[in-house]
């Protein structure tokens, strides 16, 4: 009866391998658990939170990875079952209070690839890190706006002043509007030298002419370097190289942009007014509107103003617009037109010119001879193609989604093209300029106050919308959190 009662016992004791296997088990199952409730809850938040309002999955408006999210979930909640059921199948429930430290312990540790799995799957977001508070309903209107590379800083420009925000988004120097009465009417695309134009517009009762005084802003301390009043102003303005140049009723004229004295001034052809300026290292570019014949572009030499060449310019919808003046470039009549030095056209005909409508040139970028714009494919579609200014041709295109647009273009720290697209989310896209490849997937902007315009440099957005009512600056930072 003894040797009876020993086998019993033995019988229905545990092996060594087999607790430690049902430790190994339990612990597992602790962690799958774990993985499986926190993807639940993510894909709950996804759903409930991230997904947009206005669109269905089906329609694009599922938020990235969370098809993936909720298979991983599943599966996870599937393998937690399994493991739980074998871990106590036949055994009596685990009571050992160590081991139920350390499968705590293994869950909450289970959590941090759980959660990087989650990030891979969401991909990178973005949201607001700091602002400026809106400026309210008196401030002016927004004309555009700079950026300092020297010291990475951004400079906004309204026409009551303007405001520079340092590397930090925090105010730095003013330049607030002048006694008399003039308010900014114009500014120059380039900042050469770290030097901005301003054009100040006479106080006339209902407002003067445009251009009728220059301003030229140190953009590093804020100061003006020198000032110049025009007579005979058409509002138009531009810097480039050791230029500031100006348009007038019958002239255009140069100054240096250093000292502001006056370079040349060039008579414009009898009969024409000048629509837009552009200076270049060594060019500038005018073009000239005639009521008998029509639209041209002319090329002044930098040196003495002297007419270089002078070229027609087809008839279209919208009015031509200067694209580059090194390489000479401009889109008329809905084509990219490309000029040698000569004045001849590069490429192809007009009619075989690539499609580039006018459109907010806000959203036009050039990097040295690379010219990039958003081109309408579809009825909804834009894509957005690059083109070579030194023959016309196209380089490359991006989808960035069906149905979506972009909404302005920027050089990122990198070199690489920044741009914004907006469908169901908004995306911050990295593509090489060379190819239009992007680097990696685009970023999810989150809960931004956007305008409609806007100006991107960096992770810094500048809103160009009047009213007052939106942040005139803030920054962007990668999403830690969910």
Same mark, same amino acid.
């Given at each position: 009866?003894?040797?009876?009662?020993?086998?019993?016992?033995?019988?229905?004791?545990?092996?060594?391998?087999?607790?430690?296997?049902?430790?190994?088990?339990?612990?597992?199952?602790?962690?799958?658990?774990?993985?499986?409730?926190?993807?639940?809850?993510?894909?709950?938040?996804?759903?409930?939170?991230?997904?947009?309002?206005?669109?269905?999955?089906?329609?694009?408006?599922?938020?990235?990875?969370?098809?993936?999210?909720?298979?991983?979930?599943?599966?996870?909640?599937?393998?937690?079952?399994? &493991?739980?059921?074998?871990?106590?199948?036949? @055994?009596?429930?685990?009571?050992?209070? /160590?081991? +139920?430290?350390?499968?705590?312990?293994?869950?909450?540790?289970?959590?941090?690839?759980?959660?990087?799995?989650?990030?891979?799957?969401?991909?990178?977001?973005?949201?607001?890190?700091?602002?400026?508070?809106?400026?309210?309903?008196?401030?002016?209107?927004?004309?555009?706006?700079?950026?300092?590379? *020297?010291?990475?800083?951004?400079?906004?420009? @309204?026409?009551?002043?303007?405001? %520079?925000?340092?590397?930090?988004?925090?105010?730095?120097?003013?330049?607030?509007?002048?006694?008399?009465?003039?308010?900014?009417?114009?500014?120059?695309?380039?900042?050469?030298?770290?030097?901005?134009?301003?054009?100040?517009?006479?106080?006339?009762?209902?407002?003067?002419?445009? *251009?009728?005084?220059?301003?030229?802003?140190?953009?590093?301390?804020?100061?003006? +370097?020198?000032?110049?009043?025009?007579?005979?102003?058409?509002?138009?303005?531009?810097?480039?190289?050791?230029?500031?140049?100006?348009?007038?009723?019958?002239?255009?004229?140069?100054?240096?942009?250093?000292?502001?004295?006056?370079?040349?001034?060039?008579?414009?052809?009898?009969?024409?007014?000048?629509?837009?300026?552009?200076?270049?290292?060594?060019?500038?570019?005018?073009?000239?509107?005639?009521?008998?014949?029509?639209?041209?572009?002319?090329? &002044?030499?930098?040196?003495?103003?002297?007419?270089?060449?002078?070229?027609?310019?087809?008839?279209?919808?919208?009015?031509?617009?200067?694209?580059?003046?090194?390489?000479?470039?401009?889109?008329?009549?809905?084509?990219?037109?490309?000029? %040698?030095?000569?004045?001849?056209?590069?490429?192809? /005909?007009?009619?075989?010119?690539?499609?580039?409508?006018?459109?907010?040139?806000?959203?036009?970028?050039?990097?040295?001879?690379?010219?990039?714009?958003?081109?309408?494919?579809?009825?909804?579609?834009?894509?957005?193609?690059?083109?070579?200014?030194?023959?016309?041709?196209?380089?490359?295109?991006?989808?960035?989604?069906?149905?979506?647009?972009?909404?302005?273009?920027?050089?990122?720290?990198?070199?690489?093209?920044?741009?914004?697209?907006?469908?169901?989310?908004?995306?911050?896209?990295?593509?090489?300029?060379?190819?239009?490849?992007?680097?990696?997937?685009?970023?999810?902007?989150? %809960?931004?106050?956007?305008?409609?315009?806007?100006?991107?440099? *960096?992770?810094?957005?500048?809103?160009?919308?009047?009213?007052?009512?939106?942040?005139?600056?803030? %920054?962007?930072?990668?999403?830690?959190?969910?």
């Amino acid at each position: 009866m003894g040797t009876s009662g020993t086998s019993g016992t033995s019988g229905t004791s545990e092996s060594f391998a087999g607790r430690v296997l049902r430790h190994v088990l339990v612990a597992a199952a602790c962690a799958v658990s774990a993985v499986a409730v926190l993807y639940g809850v993510l894909s709950v938040k996804l759903a409930a939170v991230d997904l947009s309002a206005e669109v269905s999955c089906t329609a694009g408006g599922c938020p990235r990875g969370l098809g993936w999210l909720v298979l991983w979930a599943l599966a996870a909640g599937a393998g937690a079952a399994l &493991l739980w059921r074998a871990a106590v199948k036949g @055994r009596r429930p685990y009571r050992s209070a /160590g081991g +139920r430290a350390a499968a705590a312990v293994i869950a909450l540790a289970a959590l941090v690839p759980g959660w990087l799995g989650f990030s891979w799957l969401r991909g990178p977001y973005m949201d607001l890190f700091g602002y400026q508070a809106p400026e309210g309903p008196a401030a002016g209107r927004p004309l555009g706006s700079w950026e300092d590379r *020297g010291t990475g800083s951004v400079i906004r420009v @309204r026409t009551d002043g303007v405001t %520079d925000y340092d590397g930090g988004g925090r105010r730095g120097w003013g330049l607030g509007a002048p006694a008399d009465g003039r308010a900014v009417c114009a500014m120059s695309p380039q900042t050469p030298d770290h030097t901005g134009i301003l054009a100040y517009a006479d106080p006339a009762p209902g407002g003067g002419a445009c *251009g009728s005084r220059l301003v030229a802003v140190d953009l590093t301390t804020g100061e003006q +370097r020198w000032t110049a009043d025009v007579a005979n102003p058409a509002g138009k303005v531009s810097a480039g190289g050791s230029l500031a140049v100006t348009a007038t009723a019958d002239a255009v004229l140069a100054h240096d942009l250093r000292g502001g004295t006056e370079r040349w001034r060039s008579p414009l052809p009898e009969g024409t007014d000048a629509t837009e300026v552009l200076a270049g290292p060594d060019r500038v570019l005018v073009l000239a509107r005639s009521a008998a014949s029509g639209s041209a572009l002319l090329a &002044l030499d930098g040196r003495t103003g002297a007419l270089a060449w002078q070229a027609p310019l087809p008839a279209g919808i919208d009015a031509p617009r200067l694209v580059s003046a090194a390489p000479a470039a401009v889109v008329a009549a809905g084509r990219l037109l490309a000029f %040698d030095d000569a004045g001849r056209p590069r490429g192809a /005909g007009t009619a075989d010119a690539p499609y580039v409508p006018a459109g907010d040139v806000r959203r036009w970028l050039v990097l040295g001879d690379v010219f990039v714009a958003p081109v309408p494919e579809r009825e909804k579609r834009e894509v957005l193609a690059a083109y070579s200014l030194r023959d016309g041709r196209l380089l490359w295109r991006r989808v960035l989604g069906d149905d979506w647009s972009v909404r302005t273009l920027g050089t990122g720290r990198t070199g690489r093209i920044a741009v914004v697209s907006r469908g169901p989310y908004t995306h911050l896209w990295h593509l090489d300029p060379a190819t239009g490849r992007p680097a990696g997937e685009p970023t999810v902007l989150r %809960d931004l106050p956007l305008g409609e315009s806007i100006a991107l440099y *960096g992770r810094t957005f500048v809103n160009l919308d009047p009213g007052g009512t939106l942040p005139p600056i803030f %920054d962007v930072d990668p999403v830690i959190g969910w």
